[in-house]
């Protein structure tokens, strides 16, 4: 089976966080949605998406392709659907296209759905359809994840150390915990390979750890949390996602939040996710250029790749940060801040891209990673179609 995931014309809804990737490259429990169907199908998936991100996530074509919407989540009546159609038929839900099997070489979403195969309507679909989707889904996709990966496998052995609670635990070869409480009573608790949990730690199910990542000590890990390869988080967290190579490595709060791919949160940051009035939060939308009701009353931090922000910051309920902001100073910043913004509460400037390259490659050199000319370009790109929402550029264009 050949899968491409296609981004739809839903795609925005999911900004900042899919200015870096194609919504199947997204994490939602332990796996990326792709790793998810590749896992599943025992397929080979690659990407159509937009023309900006191509060069890094490439599409495969084969003379019988699945494209498959990047955005939706796959479960076993899925998948039945999905084996079961033939060349030429697609499945849809309400006005959503979810899949297609087809011959043809299609290099773009408009040319996906305008496609003449034979509609069959689904009636059940797990999709994505915006941002904070991710950590409300995430309790459910580690469980789903956790029997995929596990599924008649033995767990490595556990130091005596530990306090278990549950037998919800699946340690990954080369993975280190010493001292630490871990209760999988309330859902699976799943540490990956070269993981560490240091001691003092308390954590809680659903909980996946992934490769190379570590809980620093004495860190307080409630359910429904997922920390991506090579991350270092500390403090308390609940019900949030890391992506890859980003760090909350002190004290502080973070809760029902989503965080990308090389971003650091300073010592002592703490990120509201429950208003002081308890009413329903409001989120940044880039679809509709404005705030929007999100229909949760706990709602926390976005935060794309790239961004930083210094000690002692204080996120209000329901922030949005775009990519690579440096955020720092006294007070709350403002509920949206746009890509490559510097500063604070006090006022922005813009983070120009010369300082955000220097930046990127000290912090990927690090990690032993390069910063390459494809992710420039992407940088480069997002640099210059995000300057309608630095208003402070706007002023100065226009005084």
């Not at 931090?301 to 930083?308: E, G, P, R, V, W």
């Not at 990127?360 to 309608?388: A, H, P």
């Amino acid at each position: 089976m050949n899968i491409l995931l296609f981004d739809d014309d839903k795609r925005s809804n999911l900004l900042p966080l899919a200015y870096t990737r194609p919504c199947g490259d997204l994490r939602v429990g332990i796996l990326t949605i792709a790793e998810k169907w590749e896992k599943r199908c025992q397929a080979t998936v690659s990407f159509v998406t937009e023309s900006y991100l191509s060069k890094k996530f490439t599409a495969a074509h084969t003379n019988d392709n699945y494209y498959i919407n990047g955005r939706t989540l796959v479960n076993d009546n899925l998948l039945s659907a999905i084996n079961a159609l033939e060349i030429n038929q697609s499945l849809w839900h309400k006005e959503t296209l979810i899949a297609l099997r087809g011959a043809k070489v299609f290099s773009d979403y408009a040319s996906i759905a305008n496609n003449e195969a034979e509609k069959i309507e689904l009636t059940d679909v797990d999709v994505l359809s915006f941002c904070y989707d991710i950590f409300s889904k995430n309790g459910a996709q580690i469980k789903s994840d956790f029997d995929i990966l596990t599924k008649g496998r033995t767990s490595a052995a556990l130091s005596e150390t530990n306090t278990l609670i549950g037998k919800h635990i699946f340690i990954e070869e080369g993975a280190t915990i010493e001292a630490a409480t871990l209760n999988s009573k309330n859902g699976p608790i799943y540490i990956g390979k070269n993981a560490e949990i240091m001691e003092g730690s308390v954590v809680r199910g659903p909980l996946a750890l992934c490769d190379g990542s570590t809980i620093k000590m004495g860190a307080k890990i409630y359910g429904d949390t997922t920390i991506g390869p090579s991350c270092k988080v500390g403090g308390e967290v609940s019900n949030s996602v890391f992506y890859a190579h980003s760090n909350k490595g002190h004290d502080g709060f973070l809760g029902n939040s989503v965080i990308g791919e090389w971003c650091n949160l300073g010592a002592d940051t703490n990120s509201s996710n429950l208003k002081n009035n308890y009413a329903q939060v409001k989120l940044w939308n880039y679809t509709k250029g404005r705030f929007a009701p999100t229909g949760l009353q706990f709602c926390g931090l976005i935060m794309a790749d790239h961004s930083k922000c210094g000690i002692n910051t204080m996120f209000n309920t329901g922030t949005v940060v775009g990519v690579s902001a440096n955020i720092f100073g006294a007070s709350f910043p403002r509920n949206f801040i746009p890509s490559f913004t510097w500063g604070g509460a006090t006022g922005f400037a813009t983070y120009t891209l010369p300082k955000v390259f220097e930046t990127t490659r000290i912090v990927m050199q690090r990690r032993s990673k390069e910063l390459n000319q494809t992710e420039q370009d992407i940088l480069t790109y997002l640099f210059n179609q995000s300057g309608e929402y630095r208003f402070w550029e706007n002023k100065r264009q226009n005084a």
